[in-house]
Structure formats: C-alpha cells, structure tokens
C-alpha cells in the first residue's frame, strides 16, 4: 500500500537525534566510553516520601479508575503553592493538571489558532514551542534570542502589522536552551503587549526552582493583569525530578484553562490517581530536597564549566535550568559538525544548537545529567583529542 502520511508530519522528523543516536549505539557497541550530555532528564530519584506515596497509592485497586478530573485535594495543594511560593491566588478553575507541560504545550495552540493563524514561538527554543503550534498548522513567527538582548526577546522590533496578526505567544524563561532568566521588565512589556495586540500567552516556568547562587525566581502570574492574557504551565519533572509521572500544571487565565481542559477531556481520561496523589506529597512534603537538586546542578555547572574554561573552551555560567548552552570552538563554522566530531573524537555527546532553531547555530547545549566523575572525565577526553584545537 502507499500510504500517504500528512504534510504536519513532514516537520516532526528529527533527523539529527536519529543519527546522534545511531552513532552513539555504534560507539557503545564497540567499547568506546560514551558520556551523555544530550539529554535533558534528570538522572536523580524523587524524594522517598514522593516515592513512598506512589508505592502506597499504586497499591490501591481503586485508584485503577479513570481518574477523569483532578481530585479536590490536588487543586487545593497547587491553589496554596501558589500562593505560598509566588504570592499568586488563584480560583479553582484557574488551575489544572496535565500530563506534563509537554502535554499542553502540544495542545494549546489546538484551542487558541486555526489553521494559518500566527502563533509566536523563540528561536532557538525547545522543540514543542513550535512542533505544538504545527500540529495546530498554524504558522509560526520566530522571535529571535540574541546574545547581545542576553537572549530575552525584544518585543518592541515586532512590526506592529505582524503583532496585530498573532493570536499567542509562547514564552519561557528561564529558558531551555539558552538558560537565560528575564528581568520583570520584560514581563511587565509581555502582558502590556499581550493586551494592545490581543495575543494570549503561555508562559513555560519549567525552571523556576532550577535558580542558581541563592537566586529566587517567580511567576509570570504575580504580574499585574498577567491573568488577563495568559497562563503559565508550571511542571514538576525537574522541581522534584519526577519526569516520568507525568504531571504539570496549565495556571492562570480561566478561559484558556477551560478550553485547555474541554479539549483534553476528548484526548485523555485525566491524570492517574497515584500521580495526583504523588503530585500532593512532592507539593506538601519537606522541600529539602528541592535545594539539594539545586546544589547538585549548581556543583556540576561549576566543574563543567571551570574544566572546559581551563582546557581554552570558554563558555557562560548559566543562572538556572539544567543546561550549559555554549559557543562552538572557533575552529567549526557548524554545530552539526561540531557535535558529530566532538562525539567521534571524544564520546561526548551535546546537542548542536540549529536543532533548536536556525539562530541556535554556533552553540551546542549540555545537559547537566552526568555524576562529577563523568564530567572530569569529559573535560579529560577533549582536552586529549585536541577537538578544541
Ligand atoms: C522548557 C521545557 N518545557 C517543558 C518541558 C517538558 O516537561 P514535562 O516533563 O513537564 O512535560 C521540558 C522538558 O525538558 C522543557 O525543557
């Protein structure tokens, strides 16, 4: 049979993670040392109370059932974290759970743009904020993250005729991959934005507890009338390292959240009882080991980057996230060929920067995922095959 996919699948293909992958498996297969920095999952367990609780709930047959919406309790635990953390109040509708910011952001631009409406995205920026937005077939405007802007969008070079065309924006900070953390002015500028072009917003908080050197950072929703044009997705795979459960937060506008959750209740059954309830003890539980995910990124970032530094590969400290976004060795023009040849020549794997988007070109991200030994031992092994040259 010839079967005919659809033109939206086209753009979904990977090529580059098929052949890093290939090329590592190869590498692997004949005994050469791999050292991963590609991918960005955290490598550290939840909390035991977090696991605990999942032991429990999963031990209950009926917690089996479709769990259809969020209990109660689980909306009033965000409802006071909210609060608590980032001084924002929030309404019961205001508030819903997801399986993973992952999940809205594939689907958010399903409810907010119909095929051919202007969806804005960051470049470089993590794949769903623009692969989501495509599976609506709505057509993407990039906004460029310059170094020289510290990677924060600059609202005001949007020609006022294509702002007037846009029906959402989508904004992270701090950023994956840049690791940049925007200023209040900016998003004061967002939500003044938002409201004179009529564009909604999606802000991506996914790092707001990854802050580094005792930094705190906030909510888009504590700005004034950022309720008004928008919502935040706030997860919890990387606060509490709880990736593979599967939950996050859609907060913020009531009108988005209930569209959000009308189109879900078409594609999902909600989110696995166990889950909610692991969700409640991560959010009420002691929150030591929050900051003890911080220090241990903080301390890898350090030796990374003072390794590299030392071996004449300078790059930025990141202020938050999981990630080391750094230039590419003068030498290389291309981080494809940057990256194949690091991982060639090394066994170290990053991921090349144009995978995020065409202005990512000239960096390389590294996930800061590998145990101290395995980042001295990959400052060893550039540093012996003079890639850096
Ligand atoms: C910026 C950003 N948003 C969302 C996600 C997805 O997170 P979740 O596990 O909540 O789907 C990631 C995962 O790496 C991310 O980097």
């Known amino acids: 049979?010839?079967?005919?996919?659809s033109k939206r699948m086209d753009g979904l293909a990977s090529a580059i993670f098929s052949q890093l992958e290939n090329k590592k498996n190869e590498m692997a297969a004949s005994g050469r040392t791999v050292i991963n920095f590609s991918i960005g999952t955290p490598d550290m367990p939840p909390a035991p109370h977090v696991i605990k609780t999942m032991q429990e709930e999963t031990g209950k047959p009926e917690n089996y059932?479709?769990?259809v919406k969020d209990i109660p309790e689980l909306t009033d635990t965000v409802i006071e974290w909210y609060d608590n953390r980032f001084g924002v109040k929030l309404?019961?509708?205001?508030?819903?759970?997801?399986?993973?910011?992952?999940?809205?952001?594939?689907h958010i631009g399903l409810t907010l743009a119909d095929p051919g409406e202007m969806v804005m995205v960051p470049d470089p920026g993590y794949p769903i904020f623009s692969v989501?937005?495509?599976?609506?077939?709505?057509?993407?405007?990039?906004?460029?993250l310059l170094k020289q802007n510290n990677f924060i969008m600059d609202l005001d070079a949007i020609d006022p005729s294509t702002a007037h065309n846009a029906k959402l924006i989508v904004v992270s900070y701090p950023?994956?991959?840049?690791?940049?953390?925007a200023p209040p002015e900016f998003y004061e500028k967002?939500?003044?934005?938002?409201?004179?072009?009529?564009i909604a917003v999606v802000h991506d908080n996914a790092y707001c507890e990854l802050a580094f050197d005792g930094v705190r950072l906030g909510s888009f929703?504590?700005?004034?009338?950022?309720?008004?044009?928008?919502?935040?997705?706030?997860?919890?795979?990387?606060?509490?390292?709880?990736?593979?459960?599967?939950?996050?937060?859609?907060?913020?506008?009531?009108?988005?959240?209930?569209?959000?959750?009308?189109?879900k209740s078409h594609l999902d059954y909600g989110t696995f009882l166990p889950v909610q309830r692991a969700a409640i003890a991560a959010l009420t539980g002691p929150q030591d080991c929050v900051a003890q995910t911080v220090e241990t990124y903080q301390r890898r970032r350090d030796l990374l980057i003072d390794g590299f530094k030392e071996i004449g590969w300078d790059m930025d400290k990141p202020p938050a996230t999981m990630f080391v976004w750094a230039k590419i060795p003068p030498a290389y023009t291309s981080s494809v060929e940057f990256t194949f040849d690091l991982l060639e020549k090394t066994g170290v794997i990053v991921v090349p920067g144009s995978s995020f988007g065409e202005m990512g070109e000239g960096f390389v991200r590294m996930a800061l995922v590998q145990p101290e030994d395995k980042i001295r031992?990959?400052?060893?092994?550039?540093?012996?095959?003079g890639v850096l040259r």
Do not use: H
């Open 190 to 198: 967002l939500v003044w934005f938002a409201k004179k072009y009529d």
């Open 175 to 181: 950023n994956n991959p840049v690791t940049a953390v």
């Open 377 to 385: 031992k990959a400052v060893e092994l550039v540093k012996e095959s």
């Open 1 to 5: 049979m010839n079967m005919k996919f």
């Open 65 to 67: 059932r479709y769990a």
């Open 221 to 263: 929703l504590s700005f004034p009338g950022a309720r008004d044009v928008g919502v935040e997705f706030n997860s919890l795979s990387k606060s509490y390292n709880m990736p593979g459960c599967r939950i996050a937060f859609a907060l913020g506008n009531r009108k988005i959240i209930g569209q959000l959750s009308n189109l």
């Open 91 to 106: 309404e019961r509708d205001e508030v819903l759970s997801m399986a993973g910011s992952q999940d809205g952001l594939a």
């Open 132 to 144: 989501g937005p495509s599976i609506a077939c709505a057509r993407l405007f990039r906004i460029p």
